[in-house]
């Protein structure tokens, strides 16, 4: 037989091969629906065919019951079978493939179980001796979602642990095993060590990813890199993207192109000691690779105060979404919730399989409405910029927002109004700081987001507000002028110089200390009093114009000074009663309260004591209205006033100052004006 004969039947042997073999996997018995076991590590478990695809290597996509869809996976024929079936005993091995370890296990032997790069403490639940992982293993301290098959080689006796045996290294392959890499994971890399090799494979490399339990994967070798790619500790002099950082500070650090959530937790000589939250250990760095400005984690910041929310806007991606496209989904790979890069890799009808990177099963099932088109980031991360520069003003936003609007509910965290103008200066300041950072920020970044009904969420109502903030600021300050002043111009206006009854019968003009001083308003033309208007009214600067106030005022003052002098009732003391211990008492307390008070007339208003009881009929105290009338020379009128005595003041010496019962009475000396007889 000639060359090119021997050569053609290869060729159509292979062929035939090759085309019998996907023929086998494609009429395996098996269709989208079918219920069957499929394999899952070392075991079988229930899973359900969810998709075929004739002619492929792994034709059966498989989901497993009980899991979600994450656990999704192709698999070949032979990785399947039907339910209740079990596998053909294998045939024996030959003694040179016995396992290195003659040790055997039963079930409920305590020892150590490999966990990836690690040892853990587990339990053996099961044994299956025809296995090829005979022990089934429970860590302590995990759920039965970990339990594993193991070989007696990845189990050992507590507390033991074997000498460490330098692997022979494999040619051909970049990574050897238990060489530490950095690994793809998701769109990230990690710290990660090579667990095992298999040479001449798509995927030979089994990581284990450092700080990430349950995770392990076998991996393409262009999903490795080698260790230090990942802290790249730059030289000296490189530009610090965001200034001094502190130690404890929460910080993003840049790896592979993407910003990663991370803390310092040393500095030392402008170096920061930088650890990646969910992954064990850090490394040393300058701040060229930090920017202390978590992307999403700034708006979760100011959340956690309740001063604005940390809300996407329009995130979703309306575009032509097609097969092969690059997108951001919103999902959890290991981390929580983030904005991950992934490849578009199937579309059935409103449901769309991404590629999240690594190993082909890493994929998932999403919905066009977790989508984000990736020229969004930059909007994003440009919103979240503005809420952590305008966290200092959040304050006086939340004070004023319900003043400006009332277009949205007020809800948990919102301020109130600031009450003095202390207060509202404040306010005005932290306005004052929000508009020049407004002005200097892009339109396109202040848009409110109308389908939220929380004016957290509303970065242009923020600059609204700051840039109406000197009429906020008015508005307010003319209502706690009117708060603070209203009531006291009132008080002139309707009681001051108004003629009521007096004490001792008759009639007369009261004396007042509060809310205004009267003798100040009668005798002094009210000057005391307009120097503390005058006072109260420069510390309202934003309720501007204070002159027309300060009129009425004055108008108010003048006008109860000529009530008093219009209206001043004669003098009349008509006290029926006489009682010489406290008259004696009330004219020595007159004398050193009014300098130059002339004593005219004294008596009581009752013959008998005033008793007040408790509810249950207990006496507390003994008392009497004792009145008095004198004469003021140094203002030429007439004075009439009412003490209360109390007995027991009065037997215990208390002779030369009134008694006095709160819980019965709120005040114990009042009087009024008259004219002199």
């Known amino acids: 037989m000639g060359e090119k004969s021997i050569q053609g039947l290869v060729l159509c042997v292979v062929l035939a091969t090759g085309a019998a073999w996907a023929q086998a996997q494609a009429q395996a018995g098996y269709k989208q629906g079918d219920v069957v076991e499929a394999q899952w590590g070392g075991e079988w478990k229930k899973a359900k065919v969810i998709a075929v695809k004739p002619g492929t290597p792994r034709p059966f996509k498989v989901h497993f019951e009980g899991y979600d869809a994450s656990r999704d996976n192709w698999l070949t024929a032979a990785e399947l079978r039907a339910l209740g079936a079990q596998p053909a005993a294998p ?56 339990d594993q098959w193991l070989t007696a080689a990845d189990m050992r006796a507590p507390g033991t642990a074997p000498a460490p045996v330098a692997p022979a290294p494999v040619a051909g392959m970049k990574f ?13 890399y990690l710290k990660a060590t090579v667990l095992r090799l298999k040479p001449g494979t798509p995927q030979p490399y089994l990581v284990h990813y450092e700080g990430v339990e349950g995770r392990d994967n076998w991996l393409f070798e262009s999903d490795l890199r080698p260790a230090g790619d ?5 030289e000296p002099g490189a530009d610090d993207r965001s200034g001094t950082f502190k130690a404890t500070q929460k910080v993003q650090v840049e790896e592979g192109g993407n910003w990663m959530l991370a803390s310092i937790t040393q500095v030392k000589a402008g170096r920061y000691y930088v650890e990646r939250d969910g992954v064990k250990g850090g490394a040393w760095m ?60 199937e579309i059935t009808g409103d449901k769309y399989t991404v590629h999240y990177g690594g190993h082909q099963s890493n994929t998932r099932e999403v919905t066009k409405e977790q989508f984000r088109s990736l020229d969004k980031e930059a909007a994003l991360a440009r919103r979240a910029r503005f809420y952590q520069e305008a966290q200092p003003y959040a304050a006086g936003v939340a004070a004023v ?25 404040k306010v005005m300041q932290q306005l004052a700081g929000l508009d020049a950072l407004c002005k200097k920020t892009p339109p396109e970044v202040l848009v409110d ?10 970065p242009r109502l923020w600059a609204d507000i700051a840039a109406n903030r000197e009429k906020i600021g ?56 307009l120097e503390g208007v005058k006072a109260s009214l420069g510390r309202f600067g934003q309720a501007g114009d204070t002159t027309a106030l300060l009129a009425e005022y004055e108008k108010a003052i003048a006008d109860a000074k000529a009530r008093f002098k ?48 408790t509810d249950s009929g207990t006496t507390l105290a003994r008392l009497k209205w004792a009145n008095i009338q004198w004469k003021d020379p140094a203002h030429d009128v007439c004075c009439v006033g009412a003490f209360l005595y109390n007995e027991e003041a009065l037997v215990k010496g208390g002779f030369e100052s009134p008694g006095f019962i709160t819980s019965s009475y709120g005040y114990y000396f009042t009087w009024s004006y008259q004219r002199c007889p």
């Open 286 to 345: 300058d701040g060229s690779r930090l920017r202390a400005l978590p992307d999403n984690a700034a708006g979760n910041a100011l959340a956690a105060q309740g001063l604005v929310k940390d809300v996407q806007p329009d995130v979703n991606y309306t575009g032509n979404v097609k097969v092969g496209d690059t997108v951001e989904v919103k999902m959890n790979v290991g981390f929580g919730d983030r904005w991950t890069k992934c490849t578009v890799r």
């Open 449 to 458: 987001n109308p389908a939220e009904k929380d004016w957290r969420s509303q």
């Open 566 to 613: 219009a209206n001043l009732p004669p003098a009349s003391f008509k006290t029926p009663y006489q009682d010489a211990t406290i008259e004696k008492a009330a004219r020595g307390y007159l004398s050193r309260a009014f300098a130059g008070a002339v004593p005219l007339k004294s008596g009581v208003e009752k013959n008998t004591w005033q008793l007040e009881k």
């Open 91 to 146: 045939a024996p091995a030959p003694a040179a493939s016995a396992p290195a370890s003659s040790v055997t296990y039963k079930a409920g032997d305590v020892m150590e179980a490999r966990w990836g790069s690690d040892w853990k403490k587990a339990s053996v639940v099961a044994v299956k001796a025809s296995s090829p992982r005979p022990y089934k293993v429970h860590y302590e301290g995990y759920d039965m979602s970990n």
């Open 474 to 529: 008015k508005q307010l300050g003319q209502k706690m002028l009117k708060e603070a002043t209203g009531g006291k111009l009132a008080f002139i206006r309707n009681k001051v110089g108004v003629v009521e009854d007096a004490p001792g019968g008759g009639k007369g003009i009261a004396h007042y200390t509060e809310p205004v001083n009267t003798e100040d308003i009668f005798f002094n033309d009210g000057k005391k009093t």
């Open 230 to 234: 990942l802290w790249i500790v730059v």
């Open 176 to 188: 050897q095993e238990k060489e530490r890499v950095e690994a793809r994971y998701g769109s990230d």
């Open 401 to 425: 927002v319900h003043v400006y609007t009332d277009k949205y509910p007020r809800g948990f965290g919102d301020g109130s109004a600031p009450g003095t103008p202390e207060e509202l200066d």
